[in-house]
T-cell receptor, first 114, second 112 residues
Framework: AQTVTQSQPEMSVQEAETVTLSCTYDTSESDYYLFWYKQPPSRQMILVIRQEAYKQQNATENRFSVNFQKAAKSFSLKISDSQLGDAAMYFCAYLTGANSKLTFGKGITLSVRP | DVKVTQSSRYLVKRTGEKVFLECVQDMDHENMFWYRQDPGLGLRLIYFSYDVKMKEKGDIPEGYSVSREKKERFSLILESASTNQTSMYLC???????????FGPGTRLLVL
């Protein structure tokens, strides 16, 4: 079975600084997708970034970028120029191409210090 | 924008009650999902549906059932609510297998 591991339960970053959130996964599939979702306090879960496993280029979305290391099964999220609105719980998730079952990590709570 | 709505944000029920959680999406998505979210456990899949009247068990289906009579609506049913079903319930939808899932705001259920 696929597993997703987020080993750090909490992290903190100073406003305007850069922070990296770690995620590793375990799979025997070759075709899959990886996601980072953001869940602000008492607010809706939203997609931050998506990576297709067959693409070598790391996905980026404005201040958010990933470091996808397929051989190492690592998928970290880098947030540049952190803002107060980035404070949230972040979930790493894995999805196979064969079906739609998302497997989530346990999440990491990110706080941003003003 | 994709919109996924859930019938209630907060719900308080008594042990043994039958509970219905409703989810509606407005983007004609094929796939719909129910998750529960608990602190320290992340999100776990309860049930999902690929099409109308189709359903598949997820990782933790015990104590739950689902209904999908129309494409846009996916209901989660707790036949006899128990205190260990106190949790946050999240609904999601996606256009096709492998596509991004879009989430509703969640229903926080308390079973007393």
């Amino acid at each position: 079975a696929q597993t997703v591991t987020q080993s750090q339960p909490e992290m903190s970053v100073q406003e305007a600084e850069t922070v990296t959130l770690s995620c590793t996964y375990d799979t025997s599939e070759s075709d899959y997708y990886l996601f980072w979702y953001k869940q602000p306090p008492s607010r809706q879960m939203i997609l931050v970034i998506r990576q297709e496993a067959y693409k070598q280029q790391n996905a980026t979305e404005n201040r958010f970028s990933v470091n996808f290391q397929k051989a190492a099964k690592s998928f970290s999220l880098k947030i540049s120029d952190s803002q107060l609105g980035d404070a949230a719980m972040y979930f790493c998730a894995y999805l196979t191409g064969a079906n739609s079952k998302l497997t989530f990590g346990k999440g990491i709570t990110l706080s941003v210090r003003p | 924008d994709v919109k996924v709505t859930q019938s209630s944000r907060y719900l308080v029920k008594r042990t043994g009650e039958k509970v219905f959680l409703e989810c509606v999406q407005d983007m004609d998505h094929e796939n719909m999902f129910w998750y529960r979210q608990d602190p320290g456990l992340g999100l776990r899949l309860i049930y999902f549906s690929y099409d109308v009247k189709m359903k598949e068990k997820g990782d933790i289906p015990e104590g739950y059932s689902v209904s999908r009579e129309k494409k846009e609506r996916f209901s989660l049913i707790l036949e006899s609510a128990s205190t260990n079903q106190t949790s946050m319930y999240l609904c999601a939808s996606s256009p096709l297998p492998g596509e991004t899932q879009y989430f509703g705001p969640g229903t926080r259920l308390l079973v007393l």
